[in-house]
């Protein structure tokens, strides 16, 4: 079992930076990848981003890519999504998850957060 808590959200104007963390804990959390995914409202669940559970690899989704940064800590047992020039289309819950394998779909992700609310305003 891994447990997930995600914090960090909050009201932001575009351009504005914000970064969140994803705290992970469980025996085995550690050896899980993790995930980055975001829900607009009236939307699906999109990928963001992923670390593998050593943070060795990363992985982004083309519409983040140079503007959001994922970084991890197994000894903090935390992730974190630094995301920078922020505009309106970011606006969504936030979401981590975990994965025995790095996966780009939410149905590869066996446990997840209870999410964190984002909003850029204009």
């Known amino acids: 079992q891994v447990e997930l808590v995600e914090s960090g959200g909050g009201l932001v104007q575009a351009g504005d930076s914000l970064r969140l963390s994803c705290t992970f804990s469980?025996?085995?959390?550690?050896?899980?990848?993790m995930g980055w995914f975001r829900q607009a409202p009236g939307k699906e669940r999109t990928f963001v981003g992923l670390?593998?559970?050593?943070?060795?690899?990363?992985y982004y989704a083309d519409s983040v890519k140079g503007r959001f940064n994922i970084s991890r800590d197994n000894a903090q047992s935390t992730m974190w999504l630094q995301m920078n020039n922020l505009s309106p289309d970011d606006t969504a819950v936030y979401y981590c998850?975990?994965?025995?394998?790095?996966?780009?779909?939410?149905?590869?992700?066996?446990?997840w957060g209870q999410g964190t609310q984002v909003t850029v305003s204009s």
């Open positions: 998850g975990a994965s025995q394998l790095p996966g780009f779909e939410e149905h590869e992700y066996d446990f």
């Open positions: 670390s593998s559970w050593n943070g060795r690899y990363i």
């Open positions: 469980g025996r085995t959390a550690k050896d899980y990848a």
